[in-house]
């Protein structure tokens, strides 16, 4: 299995373009998003038309496989043959990147985590969804649709692809008693200060606040990703309180693996995926979803607002969430898969248990990746909350 987020560690700072409206748009608005935000006017797609030819797509690693790395692992060449779309792939390392991408109005869809896809919305730079035109949209787990990642007043901007939780990993063999809270990798006073680990990104900060919305009534934060002034300071302090302990910070999975192999580390942040992979490896390792629940990730399929292949774009998204496609990609990938019927198509018949596809309960304590806004996501209007920007910045101070 190959994570695409491998280099996500350099989450440069990405400012929305909120006035006038962005590439693609139109004077006016769709509707008002968190603050009061004005989201710019994009038709979408009233009818479905003959194919173009070609699809020009941006993705994370391991999401648009076509046989060149593993010849039993290709979703694209079926697709290809079936609908006459030729698939032009560019792999992104970084949602920063594909935000980039994405403005050059060179590609028609993209598979935007939710630290993107609301930079992608406001800027203009996607159009909404005319789900009624994928037909494989109906059998998405319901968890999954119209999310604050993923639509803006009731207009859907995408296609939920898959998710996971960033869960506690520990050393069994190290780490006694087992631990059931986040406080293990935040006591100033651990037992295994230096072997510590925490995932490199300025989307860690909402870990903290989560562990601090948990602990920390008094602060009275409500949405890890919508931090005041004083929220985020909070947060902040942690982490660098934190920082102390950390032997290091990871962004590749594979080093990851290894540090819990050789020992490095016996405790930290982690997926499901390298779990999956340390023990394969023979390291006496466990993980958690702890007490006060985590942060995670769920992907979404966008159509870009200048999309100049719009009705390929919409059979690559009908495609790639349909029951077999999404399978392949979920465990390829390492995932829970967003159509429920992709649980019977896995090869691993455990694969959806493994990765609780279809325990809602489950996902209801994980705190999907959203991106930090000025105007306050938990619905605040008399403060100003801490954007992307602002948390770029403060990651740098935090690791010194």
Same mark, same amino acid.
């Given at each position: 299995?190959?994570?695409?987020?491998?280099?996500?560690?350099? !989450?440069?700072?990405?400012?929305?373009?909120?006035?006038?409206?962005?590439?693609?748009?139109?004077?006016?608005?769709?509707?008002?998003?968190?603050?009061?935000?004005?989201? %710019?006017?994009?038709?979408?797609?009233?009818?479905?038309?003959?194919?173009?030819?070609?699809?020009?797509?941006?993705?994370?690693?391991?999401?648009?496989?076509?046989?060149?790395?593993?010849?039993?692992?290709?979703?694209?060449?079926?697709?290809?043959?079936?609908?006459?779309?030729?698939?032009?792939?560019?792999?992104?390392?970084?949602?920063?990147?594909?935000? $980039? !991408?994405?403005?050059?109005?060179? /590609?028609?869809?993209?598979?935007?985590?939710?630290? $993107?896809?609301?930079? !992608? @919305?406001?800027?203009?730079?996607?159009? %909404?969804?005319?789900?009624?035109? @994928?037909?494989?949209?109906?059998?998405?787990?319901?968890?999954?649709?119209?999310?604050?990642?993923?639509?803006?007043?009731?207009?859907?901007?995408?296609?939920?692809?898959?998710?996971?939780?960033?869960?506690?990993?520990?050393?069994?063999?190290?780490?006694?008693?087992?631990?059931?809270?986040?406080?293990?990798?935040?006591?100033?006073?651990? %037992?295994?200060?230096?072997?510590?680990? =925490?995932?490199?990104?300025?989307?860690?900060?909402?870990?903290?606040?989560?562990?601090?919305?948990?602990?920390?009534?008094?602060?009275? @934060?409500?949405?890890?990703?919508?931090?005041?002034?004083?929220?985020?300071?909070?947060?902040?302090?942690?982490?660098?309180?934190?920082?102390?302990? @950390?032997?290091?910070?990871?962004?590749?999975?594979?080093?990851?693996?290894?540090?819990?192999?050789?020992?490095?580390?016996? !405790?930290?942040?982690?997926?499901?995926?390298?779990?999956?992979? #340390?023990? =394969?490896?023979?390291?006496?390792?466990?993980?958690?979803?702890?007490?006060?629940?985590?942060?995670?990730?769920?992907?979404?399929?966008?159509?870009?607002?200048?999309?100049?292949?719009?009705?390929?774009? /919409?059979?690559?998204?009908?495609?790639?969430?349909?029951?077999? =496609?999404? =399978?392949?990609?979920?465990?390829?990938?390492?995932?829970?898969?967003?159509?429920?019927?992709?649980?019977?198509?896995?090869?691993?018949?455990?694969?959806?248990?493994?990765?609780?596809?279809?325990? +809602?309960?489950?996902? +209801?304590?994980?705190? /999907?990746?959203?991106?930090?806004?000025?105007?306050?996501?938990?619905?605040?209007?008399?403060?100003?909350?801490?954007?992307?920007?602002?948390?770029?910045? $403060?990651? #740098?101070?935090?690791?010194?």
């Amino acid at each position: 299995m190959r994570s695409g987020r491998i280099v996500m560690a350099a !989450l440069a700072a990405g400012v929305l373009t909120l006035a006038g409206c962005g590439d693609g748009g139109s004077s006016g608005s769709t509707g008002s998003g968190p603050g009061g935000l004005s989201v %710019p006017k994009i038709d979408k797609l009233a009818s479905l038309g003959a194919g173009e030819g070609t699809v020009n797509v941006v993705s994370w690693a391991g999401y648009v496989e076509d046989g060149s790395t593993d010849k039993a692992v290709d979703w694209v060449t079926g697709f290809e043959s079936e609908t006459g779309c030729q698939v032009n792939n560019k792999i992104a390392g970084t949602s920063d990147e594909m935000v $980039a !991408l994405m403005k050059t109005g060179e /590609y028609d869809v993209v598979s935007a985590s939710g630290d $993107a896809s609301l930079r !992608l @919305i406001y800027g203009g730079d996607v159009a %909404p969804v005319n789900t009624d035109l @994928i037909s494989n949209y109906k059998d998405v787990f319901e968890g999954l649709k119209n999310q604050r990642w993923n639509s803006v007043d009731g207009a859907s901007y995408g296609v939920p692809h898959g998710r996971g939780a960033n869960l506690l990993m520990y050393r069994t063999d190290q780490v006694q008693p087992a631990p059931t809270s986040w406080s293990a990798v935040f006591d100033p006073a651990s %037992p295994f200060k230096g072997k510590i680990t =925490a995932y490199d990104s300025p989307i860690y900060i909402a870990d903290a606040a989560l562990y601090l919305m948990k602990t920390k009534p008094d602060l009275k @934060i409500t949405n890890p990703y919508a931090l005041d002034d004083t929220q985020f300071q909070a947060a902040v302090d942690l982490l660098k309180q934190q920082n102390e302990l @950390i032997g290091e910070y990871w962004s590749d999975y594979t080093k990851e693996v290894q540090a819990f192999k050789a020992g490095n580390s016996v !405790l930290g942040t982690t997926w499901q995926v390298i779990v999956n992979l #340390t023990k =394969a490896d023979g390291a006496p390792v466990e993980a958690i979803l702890p007490s006060e629940g985590a942060t995670g990730w769920s992907d979404t399929w966008m159509i870009s607002a200048k999309a100049a292949h719009p009705n390929c774009a /919409y059979l690559w998204m009908n495609h790639i969430i349909s029951p077999k =496609a999404n =399978a392949g990609v979920a465990e390829w990938f390492g995932e829970a898969p967003s159509n429920k019927l992709s649980c019977a198509q896995t090869a691993d018949k455990n694969h959806c248990a493994t990765f609780h596809a279809e325990d +809602e309960e489950y996902f +209801e304590q994980v705190w /999907y990746w959203t991106t930090p806004l000025a105007q306050c996501l938990d619905g605040r209007t008399d403060v100003t909350c801490k954007d992307y920007s602002a948390w770029t910045q $403060a990651w #740098t101070t935090i690791k010194g």
